[in-house]
């Protein structure tokens, strides 16, 4: 049973920044698998942040390269996600999402993840 919990969601000032955490657990004993952060802002898609996948390949939206950095732990089993100057438009819920297929690999598609945490709030103030 895969499980994802985030945290370290909440408010800051544009210009701040902000980690993310996602605790992930299940997921060691499925070879091929992708680890990824997406946001959803209200009366928006879902959009893909960044991912990282079981044989070490890395991507990162290329609208949010610079601001955004996604590691991993695989001691810890947790998935993080550095952000840096944040704006207002990054107001969103933030959601960790695991994907157990060859083909979430390279991809920030939604649809290719099939398990997501219940999210975490990130609220920017101008």
Known sequence: QVQLVESGGGS???GGSLSLSCAASGLSY????CLAWFRQ????EREGIASINSFGGTLVSDSLKGRFIISSDNVKNTLD???SSLQPEDTAMYYCAAGTSFGCVGTLSATKYEYWGQGTQVTVSS
């Open 81 to 83: 996600l550095q952000m």
């Open 12 to 14: 800051v000032q544009a």
């Open 41 to 44: 802002a209200p009366g928006k």
């Open 30 to 33: 499925i070879n091929d698998h």
